[in-house]
Nanobody, 127 residues
Framework: QVQLVESGGGLVQTGGSLRLSCAAS????????MGWFRQAPGKEREFVTG????????YYADSVKGRFTISKDNAKNTVYLQMNSLTPEDTAVYYC????????????????????WGQGTQVTVSS
């Protein structure tokens, strides 16, 4: 079992940056594949980016590639999402997710593959 708590969301102007954090408790992140998803009002939850439990393999949705970066600090049991060049289309609730994958280099990109979810943090990008 792992519990996830997101932080770092807020209001930012177009072109600005934010860094989201996902603090995990329960087990070391080396046993979990991690991901970030987002959901805007009236829309389905969509994949943003993911990172493997070992080896730091990553994958990004086309909409954020080149602007967002996922990283992980295993010693701190924390996953980060650095978001640059933000636009109003990035406005959404951002969720951190975890799936138990012991010593795996696989990146998971579908919501159904993740077992644990944080409560979400609101990101609003103004015009």
């Amino acid at each position: 079992q792992v519990q996830l708590v997101e932080s770092g969301g807020g209001l930012v102007q177009t072109g600005g940056s934010l860094r989201l954090s996902c603090a995990a408790s329960g087990r070391t992140l080396s046993s979990y594949a991690m991901g970030w998803f987002r959901q805007a009002p009236g829309k389905e939850r969509e994949f943003v980016t993911g990172i493997s439990s070992v080896g730091d393999r990553t994958y990004y949705a086309d909409s954020v590639k080149g602007r967002f970066t996922i990283s992980k600090d295993n010693a701190k049991n924390t996953v980060y999402l650095q978001m640059n060049s933000l636009t109003p289309e990035d406005t959404a609730v951002y969720y951190c997710a975890a799936a138990r994958r012991l010593y795996s280099i696989v990146v998971l990109i579908t919501a159904s593959e993740y077992e644990y979810w944080g409560q979400g943090t609101q990101v609003t990008v103004s015009s």
